[in-house]
């Protein structure tokens, strides 16, 4: 169970970190493309 804990632990991290950093970028790319599809 450790074993996974540690796993789950270092995913959060390396998971929060992308999302913070992508995020950023994704965030004005996401809103822009979500309505596009849609305006498609």
């Not at 390396?14 to 599809?37: C, L, Q, W």
Request: aromatic share 10%.
């Amino acid at each position: 169970m450790q074993g996974a804990n540690f796993k789950f632990s270092h995913l959060d991290d390396v998971s929060f970190r992308d999302s913070r950093m992508v995020g950023n970028n994704f965030s004005g790319a996401e809103i822009t493309h979500k309505p596009n599809s849609k305006n498609s």
